[in-house]
């Protein structure tokens, strides 16, 4: 039945798709009866609904923890100022005293605490955090804080340190121990990351095998620093990136419960589920139609939970705009509540297991994470492979891979590169300037930084110049449809014009056809437009498109044509067809040479 309904076509070309690691995904899986639950957390148990404090003033700061807590929350990320995380905002609290106003009326022993600081700035804080503790006489052994100690992750977001990692190492071994002595029993020290990974573009298997060498290397700093490993991994935790691909993301979180138990039979030990949090991801957020980023965000939840994270931090939906106000971080809240309290998404452990699809991208993403960790170990570990540039290069590469699908709307993001609203209306953030950072201090090592990007960047880079030459001019780049033959005729490809164009903020002004090629050539004059692209069906073409062009070039206009040119684009071209407009095209570049001709900055 497939062959027939395929009529000759390639089954591969045409029903199987690959992910970034090159991983086949198939149409159809059969049944993994003999499958087994990944082991995790309690079942039945919530995961932790973590909510972030990032307003810089300590006061105000304390009024959105307290509403958070007071609406659902069962836990926070103290987010200070300069963490990555933070986004140019955070905490400003470099005594004890501001943040005890942060905390002030919070039960610490209640809840759960995630700390995020400046990189390289982790051993000063928990020294901070450890004093409000004491000053506040909370029972440090009761308290469920994880410090956040992450120099592997440090130096892979800023590509500078200011100590060799055998001194940087030694330094948060002496942390983790003098907060061990300070009687934090319950408290995890280090977070192996997979946000700067991912935030690079890189891939599942990437991310994962980067968090699993940053583990290791964590393990190896504790027994160096008299843990017993036993104990060790019990004062590490991990956090994963989840975004919008639904099956992929829960195979991700699965996969890292299994390689993590891997590791620890390697190392003697029984497995023992590890903490695992999750943070919705970066790079999927969009500034353009930000209310998209809600669907994006439930998505991403849903998967997590599903894939069986310990606890979930869902960015606002506004993050990407500035710092989110109430409603946006009640948004980032309730999508949690309600998934949790009205779709009870955790009261089954492991739902995915016996699912073929999601066992078999489990598995691959095993192999394929593993082997990346074997090359990273064989350069040394985790450090020295980002001194080399080992992680850096390969990252590299898929970021590269990604943004040219996105580039030609392969991965599509909606709301932006597709389905486009010029006359969108932009939801308020809070009236607060994003803090300085200071001047990098020094670095004794050195090395490419992986950057942190949005997808949507290029395509929200282009509309940024529309709207500014909307205020500068009153009015946006127009694009005129050309419309050729009758309204069935042309319809489909205006339609698919209008969208195009839009991405990169550029009014499309359509019609409903001409009845003649005078008709057409006073309408595009009387327009405004610079440029204009024929749009109708290919025996249209094959008939107007010649006449239409060399009119419209006569008249002034830069001419584009919706659809492939196939064996007629010589032709095309002489007549004076600029570009070629079609689905799989480069849209990104096709804008951004439209905008170049239209002399917008």
């Known amino acids: 039945?497939?062959?027939?309904?395929?009529?000759?076509?390639?089954?591969?070309?045409?029903?199987?798709?690959?992910?970034?690691?090159?991983?086949?995904?198939?149409?159809?899986?059969?049944?993994?009866?003999?499958?087994?639950?990944?082991?995790?957390?309690?079942?039945?148990?919530?995961?932790?609904?973590?909510?972030?404090?990032?307003?810089?003033?300590?006061?105000?700061?304390?009024?959105?923890?307290?509403?958070?807590?007071?609406?659902?929350?069962?836990?926070?990320?103290?987010?200070?100022?300069?963490?990555?995380?933070?986004?140019?905002?955070?905490?400003?609290?470099?005594?004890?005293?501001?943040?005890?106003?942060?905390?002030?009326?919070?039960?610490?022993?209640?809840?759960?605490?995630?700390?995020?600081?400046?990189?390289?700035?982790?051993?000063?804080?928990?020294?901070?955090?450890?004093?409000?503790?004491?000053?506040?006489?909370?029972?440090?052994?009761?308290l469920v804080i994880d410090f956040g100690l992450d120099p592997v992750g440090d130096m892979a977001r800023t590509g500078r340190a200011p100590l060799s990692w055998q001194e940087l190492s030694a330094r948060a071994g002496g942390t983790a121990k003098d907060l061990r002595t300070k009687g934090f029993g319950n408290a995890r020290f280090l977070r192996a990351d997979g946000r700067p990974v991912h935030e690079a573009g890189g891939s599942e298997a990437q991310e994962l095998a980067f968090v699993l060498a940053a583990g290791v290397a964590y393990l190896r700093l504790l027994e160096a620093a008299d843990f017993a490993l036993d104990e060790a991994r019990q004062r590490i935790s991990f956090l994963l990136a989840a975004d919008a691909d639904e099956f992929m993301t829960i195979a991700k979180f699965r996969a890292l419960r299994k390689?993590?138990?891997?590791?620890?039979?390697?190392?003697?030990?029984?497995?023992?589920?590890?903490?695992?949090?999750?943070?919705?991801?970066?790079?999927?957020?969009?500034?353009?139609?930000?209310?998209?980023?809600?669907?994006?965000?439930?998505?991403?939840?849903?998967?997590?939970?599903?894939?069986?994270?310990?606890?979930?931090?869902?960015?606002?939906?506004?993050?990407?705009?500035?710092?989110?106000?109430?409603?946006?971080?009640?948004?980032?809240?309730?999508?949690?509540?309600?998934?949790?309290?009205?779709?009870?998404?955790?009261?089954?452990?492991?739902?995915?297991?016996?699912?073929?699809?999601?066992?078999?991208?489990?598995?691959?993403?095993?192999?394929?994470?593993?082997?990346?960790?074997?090359?990273?170990?064989?350069?040394?570990?985790?450090?020295?492979?980002?001194?080399?540039?080992?992680?850096?290069?390969?990252?590299?590469?898929?970021?590269?891979?990604?943004?040219?699908?996105?580039?030609?709307?392969?991965?599509?993001?909606?709301?932006?590169?597709?389905?486009?609203?010029?006359?969108?209306?932009?939801?308020?953030?809070?009236?607060?300037?994003?803090?300085?950072?200071?001047?990098?201090?020094?670095?004794?090592?050195t090395a490419q930084p992986l950057p942190h990007t949005r997808l949507a960047e290029p395509f929200e880079h282009l509309r940024d110049a529309s709207d500014r030459m909307l205020a500068n001019t009153g009015a946006r780049p127009r694009v005129f449809l050309a419309n050729l033959g009758k309204l069935s005729e042309f319809t489909a490809r205006a339609t698919f014009a209008k969208n195009f164009y839009e991405a990169g903020g550029i009014e499309a002004l359509s019609n409903d056809g001409f009845k003649d090629l005078a008709a057409m050539v006073a309408a595009f004059k009387a327009s405004g437009a610079k440029l204009a692209c024929l749009c109708s069906v290919d025996a249209v073409y094959a008939q107007q498109t010649v006449g239409a062009a060399k009119a419209l070039v006569s008249a002034g206009a830069t001419v584009h044509l919706a659809g492939r040119p196939g064996e007629t684009e010589t032709k095309w071209r002489e007549a004076g067809v600029k570009s070629f407009i079609y689905v799989g095209c480069d849209v990104l570049s096709t804008l951004q040479a439209a905008h170049d001709s239209l002399g917008i900055k």
């Open 1 to 142: 039945m497939v062959e027939l309904a395929l009529r000759g076509a390639a089954f591969d070309k045409r029903l199987v798709s690959r992910t970034y690691d090159g991983l086949r995904i198939e149409p159809l899986y059969g049944r993994a009866a003999a499958a087994k639950p990944v082991i995790g957390s309690t079942p039945g148990a919530p995961w932790t609904l973590i909510q972030r404090v990032d307003h810089p003033d300590p006061t105000k700061a304390n009024t959105q923890v307290l509403d958070d807590l007071v609406n659902g929350a069962t836990g926070l990320s103290l987010l200070f100022a300069g963490a990555p995380a933070a986004r140019g905002y955070g905490v400003v609290a470099d005594k004890v005293d501001a943040l005890e106003r942060t905390f002030s009326d919070v039960k610490l022993d209640l809840i759960s605490l995630r700390i995020e600081t400046a990189p390289f700035a982790g051993r000063p804080v928990a020294t901070l955090v450890a004093g409000l503790v004491q000053k506040k006489n909370f029972d440090a052994a009761a």
């Open 259 to 445: 390689l993590w138990a891997r590791v620890e039979e390697t190392c003697g030990l029984s497995p023992n589920p590890p903490y695992v949090a999750a943070e919705t991801a970066w790079r999927m957020m969009t500034r353009r139609d930000p209310y998209v980023n809600m669907l994006r965000l439930t998505i991403a939840i849903a998967a997590a939970g599903l894939g069986g994270a310990d606890s979930i931090t869902a960015l606002p939906y506004t993050t990407a705009l500035g710092l989110p106000d109430a409603f946006a971080r009640r948004t980032a809240r309730n999508s949690q509540l309600i998934l949790l309290e009205e779709s009870n998404l955790a009261k089954v452990a492991d739902p995915a297991a016996g699912s073929g699809a999601i066992e078999n991208l489990t598995h691959k993403l095993c192999a394929a994470a593993w082997m990346l960790f074997q090359e990273i170990e064989a350069a040394g570990g985790a450090w020295p492979a980002l001194e080399r540039g080992l992680v850096q290069s390969k990252v590299g590469a898929v970021r590269a891979e990604r943004q040219m699908a996105v580039a030609r709307r392969k991965d599509a993001l909606t709301g932006t590169s597709d389905f486009p609203d010029l006359n969108e209306t932009t939801p308020p953030v809070l009236d607060v300037a994003r803090i300085e950072t200071s001047k990098e201090a020094p670095a004794v090592v």
